[in-house]
């Protein structure tokens, strides 16, 4: 009963590394969706997908990129990582549109 | 764009009281979805309520109910019987309906409200 897992958890950057962090959904759901949680914030959308291929920009697309090849995963990108960046993001789901969002347990992002 | 507004960043009331928890958006769209979400100190984000803007009876799901006011753009929180699981962010969120095909939008979220239930 795994719904959405993020990996992974937890990580530490240095300043202009890359990294990918994983979403993987076991509920075949069309819809995805990155989020960034801000201290004091609420959540923000980051880039979504309304299916295999398929990618859009959200609220805050900007220094990161994604793919999704297959349904179940998508994937979220930093190429060159800045202070900025720091934060905890959210992989979410759905089966459509307007239908609640499953979320995974957040992934910490800190870069040094 | 919208803007999701939670006025009360902190609220605290002893357990077993009732608590309503403020949410006040802006939208041009006439048919959209709003939702309640809890984070406890886990980090994970719980549905605890959705409600469909063009549904004129408000959502319930057990000791949750809203009140939902759409012309005044108004979707405000209660919560009976508080209890110390209830300690948690929680966050309102917009989200406009899309038709099939349309493509999707994701959640916009207030910065939330932390409710602390008193022993």
């Known amino acids: 009963n795994a719904g959405v897992t993020q990996t992974p958890k937890f990580r530490v950057l240095k300043t202009g590394q890359s990294m990918t962090l994983l979403c993987a959904q076991d509920?075949?759901?069309?819809?995805m969706y990155w989020y960034r949680q801000d201290p004091g914030m609420g959540l923000r959308l980051i880039h979504y997908?309304?299916?295999?291929?398929?990618?859009a920009k959200g609220e805050v697309p900007d220094g990161y990129n994604v793919s999704r090849l297959k349904k179940q995963n998508f994937l979220l990108g930093l190429e060159s990582a800045a202070p900025s960046q720091t934060s905890v993001y959210f992989c979410?789901?759905?089966?459509?549109?307007?239908?609640?969002?499953?979320f995974g347990d957040g992934t910490r992002l800190s870069i040094l | 764009a919208q803007t999701v507004t939670q006025s009360q960043p902190e609220m605290s009331v002893q357990e077993a009281e009732t608590v309503t928890l403020s949410c006040t958006y802006d939208?041009?769209?006439?048919?959209?979805?709003l939702f309640w979400y809890k984070q406890p100190p886990s980090r994970q984000m719980i549905l605890v309520i959705r409600?469909?803007?063009?549904?004129?009876q408000n959502a319930t799901e057990n000791r949750f109910s809203v009140n939902f006011q759409k012309a005044a753009k108004s979707f405000s929180l209660k919560i009976s019987d508080s209890q110390l699981g209830d300690t948690a962010m929680y966050f309102c969120?917009?989200?406009?309906?899309?038709?099939?095909?349309?493509?999707?939008?994701?959640?916009?979220f207030g910065k939330g409200t932390h409710l602390i239930i008193q022993p």
């Open positions: 979410a789901s759905s089966y459509l549109s307007g239908r609640p969002q499953h």
């Open positions: 509920m075949n759901h069309e819809y």
């Open positions: 997908s309304v299916g295999e291929g398929t990618t």
């Open positions: 939208t041009s769209e006439n048919n959209y979805y």
């Open positions: 409600q469909e803007a063009y549904k004129q």
């Open positions: 969120a917009f989200m406009k309906h899309v038709d099939s095909g349309g493509g999707a939008d994701g959640l916009t």
